[in-house]
Each structure stands twice: as structure tokens, then as C-alpha cells.
């Protein structure tokens, strides 16, 4: 997937702002981190330390995790590794976890307003 189309992903969701974190890309709601690239071009995307277990185990080659993020609940994704569909669904995930709650209540499936 590209970095464009990963983007287009991210900005999708309400209240969603871009800038930056460690000059790189990044994404915000109401002003949490969910996402952001590194220098390298992998995404770094919140997540919980189970759902980062499950995912590095299904699939190492897309997802993976270096020391500094042992300890946080992070995941770092190769782009180019993972399918549009998956990552959707974990950039929507990432959003959830980091979105106050009154904005969570107010969307629907894919951010759509309910």
C-alpha cells in the first residue's frame, strides 16, 4: 500500500488532524497520537499489547516492533507488506483507541456519523 493511499485512510476519519512527530508525518484526534511514519516509511500505530502479539505472530513480514516500542502499545507496519483492507481496519482501531469518547458515540462504521 502506499503512503497516499494509507493517508487518505487516516485524514478519512472525523476530527482527524495532520502534522507532524519527530519530523514526520503524523496523525491526531482531539490531540492523541494514533498513527504516525517513521523516517523509514513504516507506520507506527496504536494498538494494545495483545492485538500487537496477534498481529507480528500472523504475519512478521507486515508487522513487527523494535526495542523502543517494547514496552508501549505500538505496532509498526511495512506498508508495502499489508493489505488495504487490514490496515483500514487497524488505522479505524488506532482512531477508536485514541478518540474521546463523545466523538467515538457520535460515529458509525468507517467514521461515518450514526
Not at 502506499?2 to 507532524?20: N, Q
Request: a positive charge; charged letters at 30%; hydrophobic letters at 40%.
Amino acid at each position: 500500500m502506499s503512503y497516499e493511499a494509507m493517508r487518505r485512510l487516516a485524514l478519512a476519519l472525523p476530527g482527524v488532524e495532520e502534522g507532524t512527530c519527530y519530523g514526520t508525518p503524523a496523525w491526531r484526534v482531539a490531540g492523541k497520537l494514533f498513527a504516525r511514519l517513521r523516517e523509514d516509511g513504516a507506520l507506527v500505530l496504536r494498538t494494545d499489547l495483545d492485538e500487537r502479539e496477534r498481529l507480528m505472530s500472523s504475519d512478521p513480514e507486515a508487522f513487527y516492533v523494535t526495542d523502543h516500542y517494547l514496552a508501549y502499545p505500538w505496532v509498526l507496519v511495512r506498508l508495502s507488506n499489508v493489505r488495504r483492507d487490514r490496515l483500514r481496519a487497524l488505522i479505524d482501531s488506532a482512531w477508536q483507541r485514541s478518540a474521546p469518547k463523545t466523538l467515538r458515540a457520535d460515529v458509525g462504521p468507517r467514521g461515518k456519523k450514526a
